[in-house]
């Protein structure tokens, strides 16, 4: 219209002059001129316009993929994949805190409510000496209670991770749960003391896990499809850590059948979410597995990516057939340093974005849980499919451990059971860890110290934060598929005599 208007403009001007003979009074003339410098001036605005959007279109369909015009199937490279992720996300921070889905917010009340209702303590304040969710400020001097190995396994075997409603679990747990908002200062004096404990209920923590659980999609917009990263693998669901070093391997050593290869998010969240759907019986959930195994079978046919992908040269791709991959297990991890967490967009930077109360470098929101910021090694996360079990150890530092999802089972022993839990030497490919086969009541026959080990137990579940002290044993269980991240920050020598009685150094 704007043209057009122009163009009839012009018309009207030429049936004037010509009229008059071809002499145009000095007030038309000068009109004529704005005219055509107005009908110019428009003409640029609307090329700037266009070629603007044009380059919009361009650059999303660049950064989104086809999809985000036009709805078509879109071919994801790994630069992107982070790209993209972090611009919604940019976006999507400007939302006020108080604008929350109402729908989320009930899904979340709802898996607490299953939480509570599957996982309940077993002893009370009567027979514990305290209430573990009103303790005292003071820890008292039986915390926290523990049992031998022989009852709490024998009351839960750690291979029978399926609990469905309206059974229920109960749990050897004598540790404390602090609220974040109310039992601050008291759980800071669990920590001083070096004591084990749970907190709960930080809103940083709370809002990073209502994201992470409540869409699955949304960390895998955030780490791809393509890019790769170190992910442990075994034909059981048991996981031993070791480390070959040279030839001298002990005497009838067999190396564990679990080892490293590179793999996507989104095909290890495809095969937990498998596990889950086959344990649960979920046919939504097997239709959702199907329809993620249908994309990446064609990315791998769009990009005919099989071999050029890989971004770690010391583990490999996961070559197996589906029918194998089906059968197998899968630790996904995503380690990352303080040394990288600028670099923008990577997954270093999502990681310290995403976890503030675990970045060092932000005192007010992680002076909680970073102790000793100097002695910062990164944040470690390890997300674990229903089934997956890491054998007992213990580390030589303490630690923060978070779930964003899911739920874990940890079985924990006080440094002073060193000698009961069957330890792999010094100079064992995995030393520090258990030889006891855990679900195996005949092993533990064959190791009558480990009968007698004391120990307790907890579940984590999203916003759980567990403070484990430098040495303390643990025994993991993935209970679902789940989100775990841990911060260490400094080693404690309260308890050093005991490791050093059983055969290792602290230093």
Known sequence: MLQRR????????????????????????RRRKKQRSNSIALRAAIFVVSFILATLIIVANHLFGTNAINGASANINKKSDLFKFYLRNKVNANVPDDAIDPAAEERAKQREARYHSLYRPKFDQNQLGYDIYNCPSTPPDNYPMAWTTVEVLSNWMPHDVTTIAPAYREIYQGLCVFDYTTQYDAALNYRKAELPFIIRNDPNVISTARRWEDDTEYLHDALGDETLFRTERSPINEFMWYRLRGKGMPRGYVKPPNDEINMSYGEWLERALAKDAMALQDEDLSAKVSAMKKRRMQLVTDNNKQDDSLENDDHDQDNSTEEEKLKNWYYFRLTTSLRHASNDPSPEKFVYDE?????????????????????????????????????NHFDMSRNFIMIFGGERRYILGHPNQCKNMALHPIGHPSLRHSKVDWNNPLEWDENPEFK????NEVVLHAGDALYLPTAYFHYIVNLSLNYQCNARSGTTHENAKHIRECGFNMG
């Open 452 to 455: 007698q080990a004391l120990v």
């Open 6 to 29: 122009t163009a009839a403009s012009k018309s009207s001007s030429r049936k004037q002059a010509s009229s008059s003979n071809g002499k145009q009074p000095n007030g038309n003339s």
């Open 355 to 391: 976890l503030p109360f675990l970045d060092p470098r932000k005192r007010s929101e992680s002076q909680f849980y970073i102790v000793d910021p100097s002695e910062e090694r990164g944040i470690n996360c390890r997300f674990g499919m229903r089934g997956v079990i890491s054998a």
